[in-house]
């Protein structure tokens, strides 16, 4: 599923990260939350595509990128925020709106 997006094997989980976002867009998922270590290369070539697979597959995604010095506060209304923003979408679909990604 990450052909289209990824030609090559990048190493590391990469590959599996925009396969499964695809996947999980087909099978009608609200959205993908990405979580990525702060210094994994094959994460971040992962996290630079995502927002194409987000944008043509019609799939949220959030990417938070970790470490040791992460702040519980910063992800926590970070992650607030995105559960409101799949909130809001599945409203204006059960309505028959149209919405953003």
Known sequence: AAAPYLNNM?????WESIGNTVRYAQRGYDGVIHILPFTCTPEIVAQS??????????????????????GE?????????????????????????????
């Open 73 to 101: 506060a910063g992800i926590r209304t970070r992650l607030e925020a995105f559960l409101d923003l799949l909130q809001q979408r599945r409203k204006r679909r059960a309505a028959g709106l149209a919405y953003l990604t």
């Open 10 to 14: 990048v190493g590391g989980h990469g």
């Open 49 to 70: 595509i995502l927002p194409a697979v987000s944008q043509e597959q019609g799939i949220p995604v959030l990417s938070l990128s970790l470490d040791e010095q992460s």
